[in-house]
């Protein structure tokens, strides 16, 4: 049985570690002005992976936030994985070359498939799908427009891709602490033989908790925003219930050496 991770989040907004509510880029709160200070921070909390977005390059359609980016490359030994203006594979390379273990692709998985797809295939484990979800329906650039997929379709696409996982956002319920969306979320998990990541609305340590349950099992981890910055969830409490839960399962811990290109 998977490991289950618990993701903390760095938003990057005009260099900035930010969180925003459903994705609004003017409900935007600064929690630290020094990612990679942030990011240092939750490798000595004991978290065994980084979740990375640049903001502004997922409504530009390219990186924008990159020296940001890199610092944290540069500052951390934990494996990094990073979304937010990766639409082509010049990008998916260069990132890749530069330290980033697994780049994750949303606009360009609805708009070019086959673009995933070839990169899947020369990056074996080290490409990921980003599907965010409103109302049912996935959005693209920034969650600015919604397509007429659905998750599930979307996650179908690439079955036999090679694609390492699926991080899957409920866009209702992102930034505002109301809880994960476990039922849509396990329901995607279900319909595909892709790893699932879970996201948008953890808030507390009862979130972990439930994430921990057994119908959870197919679920690859969880990513946690505000909640940590709130304060909402303690870093120590979290990482302990699930290395009990990990170590009642038999899972192996997740490697926590970051790939290089």
């Given at each position: 049985m998977a490991a289950m991770i618990l993701f903390p989040a760095i938003d990057l907004k005009e260099g900035r570690c930010v969180r925003l509510v459903q994705g609004d880029m003017a409900q935007a709160t600064i929690f630290n002005d020094d990612p990679a200070d942030q990011a240092l921070t939750?490798?000595?909390?004991?978290?065994?992976?980084?979740?990375?977005?640049?903001?502004?390059?997922?409504?530009?359609?390219?990186?924008?936030?990159?020296?940001?980016?890199?610092?944290?490359?540069?500052?951390?030994?934990?494996?990094?994985?990073?979304?937010?203006?990766?639409?082509?594979?010049?990008?998916?390379?260069?990132?890749?070359?530069?330290?980033?273990?697994?780049?994750?692709?949303?606009?360009?998985?609805?708009?070019?498939?086959?673009?995933?797809?070839?990169?899947?295939?020369?990056?074996?484990?080290r490409i990921a799908v980003g599907i965010d979800a409103k109302d049912g329906r996935v959005a693209v650039h920034g969650w600015a427009e919604t397509s007429m997929l659905t998750a599930e379709e979307l996650g179908r696409r690439f079955e036999d891709a090679g694609v390492s996982a699926i991080i899957y956002t409920d866009i209702a319920r992102d930034g505002v602490l109301k809880g994960l969306n476990i039922p849509m979320t396990l329901a995607l998990a279900r319909a595909v033989g892709i790893p699932v990541i879970a996201s948008g609305g953890l808030a507390s340590l009862a979130d972990v908790q439930r994430l921990l349950e057994p119908d959870c099992a197919a679920l690859a981890g969880a990513i946690t925003g505000r909640a940590l910055y709130d304060g909402r969830i303690e870093p120590g409490e979290a990482l302990t219930l699930i290395a009990r839960a990990r170590g009642a399962r038999g899972a192996a811990p997740p490697d926590r050496v970051r790939a290089r290109g």
């Amino acid at each position: 049985m998977a490991a289950m991770i618990l993701f903390p989040a760095i938003d990057l907004k005009e260099g900035r570690c930010v969180r925003l509510v459903q994705g609004d880029m003017a409900q935007a709160t600064i929690f630290n002005d020094d990612p990679a200070d942030q990011a240092l921070t939750f490798q000595r909390q004991g978290f065994e992976w980084l979740h990375l977005v640049d903001l502004d390059g997922a409504f530009a359609g390219r990186p924008v936030n990159a020296e940001a980016v890199r610092r944290i490359l540069r500052e951390v030994a934990i494996p990094v994985q990073l979304g937010g203006g990766i639409r082509d594979m010049r990008t998916v390379e260069g990132w890749l070359s530069e330290g980033v273990a697994r780049v994750i692709i949303g606009t360009a998985a609805v708009q070019d498939p086959d673009f995933v797809r070839e990169a899947a295939r020369r990056h074996p484990g080290r490409i990921a799908v980003g599907i965010d979800a409103k109302d049912g329906r996935v959005a693209v650039h920034g969650w600015a427009e919604t397509s007429m997929l659905t998750a599930e379709e979307l996650g179908r696409r690439f079955e036999d891709a090679g694609v390492s996982a699926i991080i899957y956002t409920d866009i209702a319920r992102d930034g505002v602490l109301k809880g994960l969306n476990i039922p849509m979320t396990l329901a995607l998990a279900r319909a595909v033989g892709i790893p699932v990541i879970a996201s948008g609305g953890l808030a507390s340590l009862a979130d972990v908790q439930r994430l921990l349950e057994p119908d959870c099992a197919a679920l690859a981890g969880a990513i946690t925003g505000r909640a940590l910055y709130d304060g909402r969830i303690e870093p120590g409490e979290a990482l302990t219930l699930i290395a009990r839960a990990r170590g009642a399962r038999g899972a192996a811990p997740p490697d926590r050496v970051r790939a290089r290109g």
